[in-house]
């Protein structure tokens, strides 16, 4: 198996802190990690840097074994979905608007249609997407990264506006991805029962990584799972 | 009343030129109105007065220097505004007035206003030459050929630009491109209704279409279609009546703003 993503010594150093100090480790091809950690724990920043829009880091970031400093190859592998989808409420674009915005390859057009078949939204394709409820936006945009064929799913988990039931599509939705399409998935996520069902990998950061490793290996250890049942338990509250 | 005015070739050309500037402008003003930029225009605008101050007072054909100008000020402000963090409006508002003080001072130097300076203040469409018509057809050519190429660049990071980064576009690029265009468009359309009036023609037809529009392209033909509208019967209407191109233009797309509101509020213009 290839390494997906390799990430040696990073650190990311802010006037006062350390975001992130020595991070290193290794997703195979085809793996599904799941990163938790409390607020401030450095989650966004190493997104952030992962997907070139924090350069100010020492250490290195391989994508497929290239370095994302000297290679832009990595933006073809990579689909991102952000954790809030930001844009003005009245901007006159459809859902298929949308996720053309992803598509590289202009004519490629069926493979809209596709993807939003696959992912349950085709109905939606010409609704104006302010108008959309927070599950739906979620899959328009994982749909956004899909359309390329990204090899890596990046995902920053919502936390607020997504109802029950879209939850548990989403998830069926990633299981689909990963098991049967081999897509590597990087998901940041406050739920730590989710990540037990999903993940087959964990990442347990707080500026440094404490654990990462089989997600069993995690589940197993109740000390390591209580003590960050408590710290994402207190972000869970802080978002509400 | 008669359709003898379609048969005058001045008419032509303003009627030419005109349907011309109302496409553009309401294509880099939809740009512009989704970035909260709706204001640029205005600034790049009164920067391009400072521009034909200069052209008067140097014996240049004062357009040309319009063009340096507004562009040059407004790739500036851009710079300064992202190296220092000054806010959007607070940058416009600094653009614009630089433009208007350094105006007057070159304009008090030559001895005070001219009427030349009016037909730049409020457009001077029914004047134009053939030459200048020439300009205007190319500039829109060029330019929508542009948009068209960089379609979803464009679009992308206008809609958000730290997705449209990570997917691998060149951002900032991109931004510059489009103040640049904006800057062509602005002193090209200056003919039309003139410096004070530009960013109606940026804004309003876009915040119309906007009510209506599903889909980003049908937005733009639905604000196409409006802008020309307002300018044809601007154009016409100001002949006959013998009253002032510019304002009676801006009107018409008010009026367009305003039916449009008022169709909305009684519940006619459904959502989906």
């Known amino acids: 198996m290839l390494n997906a993503v390799e990430i040696s010594h990073l650190t990311v150093k802010y006037p006062d802190v350390k975001a992130l100090d020595d991070v290193s480790f290794v997703v195979k091809e085809g793996d599904f990690l799941g990163i938790i950690g409390p607020n401030g724990a450095g989650k966004s920043t190493l997104f952030d840097s992962m997907l070139g829009l924090n350069t100010t880091y020492t250490g290195t970031i391989k994508f497929f074994e ?174 509400h | 009343m008669s359709f003898e005015i379609l048969t005058y070739s001045f008419m032509h050309r303003a009627l030419i030129s005109g349907v011309a500037i109302a496409i553009l402008c309401s294509v880099i003003g939809l740009f512009l109105v989704l970035r909260r930029y709706s204001l640029f225009g205005d600034a790049l605008a009164h920067s391009s007065f400072g521009g034909i101050a200069l052209g008067l007072f140097a014996g240049v054909y004062p357009l040309w220097t319009a063009y340096g100008v507004s562009i040059l000020s407004a790739l500036i402000i851009t710079k300064i505004k992202d190296r220092y963090n000054i806010s959007g409006d607070a940058s416009i508002a600094v653009l614009l007035s630089s433009g208007i003080a350094a105006g007057l001072v070159i304009i008090s130097f030559s ?93 309003i037809p876009n915040v119309t279409a906007i009510m209506y529009g599903r889909g980003f392209k049908q937005t733009a033909i639905i604000s196409i279609s409006f802008s020309v509208f307002s300018v044809l019967s601007g154009i016409l209407i100001s002949y006959i009546f013998d009253i002032t191109p510019a304002g009676t233009i801006v009107l018409f797309s008010i009026g367009l703003l305003g039916a449009t509101i008022g169709i909305k509020s009684l519940g006619l213009l459904s959502k989906n």
């Open chain 2, 111 to 203: 001895g005070g206003f001219s009427i030349d300076i009016f037909s730049f203040l409020f457009g001077s469409i029914l004047l134009i030459s053939v030459n200048d018509t020439v300009l205007i057809l190319t500039l829109t050519g060029g330019i929508l050929i542009v948009i068209l190429l960089l379609y979803r660049q464009l679009l992308y990071s206008t809609f958000n630009e730290e997705q449209a980064k990570v997917s691998g576009i060149p951002v900032e690029k991109i931004n510059y491109l489009i103040i640049f265009m904006a800057g062509l468009t602005v002193v090209t359309s200056i003919q039309l209704v003139g410096v004070l009036l530009i960013s109606a023609l940026f804004v």
């Open chain 1, 66 to 239: 290239q370095d994302i400093k000297k290679s832009k190859k990595y933006h073809n592998e990579i689909g991102y979905v952000p954790q809030k989808p930001e844009f003005e409420k009245n901007f006159p674009a459809t859902v298929s608007d949308v996720v053309r915005m992803g598509l590289r390859n202009e004519s490629d057009e069926n493979k809209i249609d596709e993807i939003l078949q696959q992912l349950w939204i085709h109905e939606l394709r010409n609704r104006r997407i302010g108008e959309l409820s927070g599950g739906q936006l979620q899959r328009v945009f994982i749909a956004k990264a899909l359309v390329n064929n990204p090899k890596i799913l990046i995902l920053d988990e919502p936390v607020t506006g997504v109802d029950q039931q879209s939850i548990e599509l989403f998830f069926s939705i990633l299981r689909e991805l990963n098991s049967k399409q081999g897509i590597t998935i990087i998901w940041s996520s406050h739920d730590l029962d989710a990540v037990n069902k999903l993940a087959n990998h964990v990442a347990c950061l707080n500026r440094t990584l404490f654990f990462h490793g089989e997600s069993e290996k995690f589940f197993s250890n109740d000390e390591l799972v209580k003590q960050y049942s408590e710290a994402s338990m207190q972000e869970h509250m802080h978002h």
